[in-house]
């Protein structure tokens, strides 16, 4: 599913800091999307496997001492924990004040530059419904993996002013760009 990502030159250096890796249009997508963030946001789920209270304290993320953030990345949760520092810049902040509470404290860590919402479904599905994205890069890979969550339940994109900017197909993936324009907010918000 994310074969389209982790391949690219761009991934391969952020993650493990190896010039390897493929180029092109799929490492161009990739190379955009960490271009001008300043911050994170992402879903609990992004961070760990598990629910409810963390059981887990040496849990540290999916990526292991060194995540691809490489800045201040926000984690929306309901239970407490303290801040985490990973290599290369990446500090993971527990934020169980809800998406206002994430944005606020993304928005004046990022210091003037965009903050992108990295997911889940359901904190994308948070962030359009209360109208908070700018853009949003979704790369479609043909695999099937089941129900799942619908990233746009209940959601009526056309409503809210996006438009397509890009529809881009490669072998791994197909990129779709939506955008709209929000006026004069501080940096951008992007998932």
């Known amino acids: 599913m994310h074969e389209w990502l982790i391949t690219t030159r761009t ?17 161009d997508f990739a190379a955009r999307g960490f271009r001008n963030i300043g911050a994170w946001i992402l879903g609990r789920n992004l961070f760990a496997p598990s629910r409810g209270a963390w059981s887990d304290m040496d849990w ?19 239970h407490e924990r303290d801040p985490i520092e990973m290599k290369d810049g990446t500090t993971f902040y527990f934020v169980t004040g809800g998406i206002l509470q994430a944005l606020d404290r993304a928005i004046a860590s990022a210091s003037g530059s965009d903050v992108r919402v990295g997911g889940g479904a359901n904190t994308i599905r948070q962030f359009l419904g ?8 979704m790369a479609i890979a043909p695999v099937l993996l089941g129900s799942g969550e619908r990233l746009f339940e209940e959601i009526d994109l056309r409503a809210l002013g996006y ?29």
């Open 11 to 27: 991934f391969q250096q952020r993650l493990f800091g190896s010039d390897s890796g493929t180029t092109g249009v799929d490492d």
């Open 60 to 78: 540290k993320g999916w990526w292991g001492n060194s995540p691809p953030y490489h800045g201040p990345t926000f984690i929306l949760t309901h």
């Open 130 to 137: 209360a109208d908070l994205i700018d853009e949003m890069h």
């Open 163 to 191: 438009e397509c900017d890009q529809f881009v197909p490669t072998e791994n993936a197909t990129h779709v760009v939506l955008n709209k324009s929000h006026g004069n907010r501080p940096g951008r918000m992007e998932f």
